[in-house]
């Protein structure tokens, strides 16, 4: 019932910055920590951010200083902010969080595509 909807990957050149979204719809109750992952090819997926409901935050230290992860309560939402992006940020970035609606559960978005060129 519950489904995480990304927006904002793309072609980016290095020094570059995107913002990703996601935006969490159905029968939710309230959302607790939400995340950002990534995973490029051949590679483990990997956490990349962290928000807690009440905003705190923690991040993989390769983007440290470079993104900025936040959320929007009101509209279930979490961003993320990257800037001065490399080549190595590229990936296919997942959203997901943990959602309560009948009861507690974890979800996943669907993954969007971030390429970045030198």
């Known amino acids: 019932q519950v489904q995480l909807v990304e927006s904002g990957g793309g072609l980016v050149q290095a020094g570059g910055s995107l913002r990703l979204s996601c935006a969490a719809s159905?029968?939710?109750?309230?959302?607790?920590?939400m995340r950002w992952y990534r995973q490029a090819p051949g590679k483990q997926r990997e956490l990349v951010a962290s928000?807690?409901?009440?905003?705190?935050?923690n991040y993989a230290d390769p983007v440290k200083g470079r993104f900025t992860i936040s959320r929007d309560n009101a509209k279930n939402t979490v961003y993320l902010q990257m800037n001065s992006l490399k080549p190595e940020d590229t990936a296919v970035y997942y959203c997901n969080a943990d959602v309560l609606g009948s009861s507690w559960l974890n979800y996943w978005g669907q993954g969007t595509q971030v390429t970045v060129s030198s």
């Open positions: 928000i807690t409901r009440g905003g705190s935050t």
């Open positions: 159905g029968s939710i109750s309230s959302i607790n920590a």
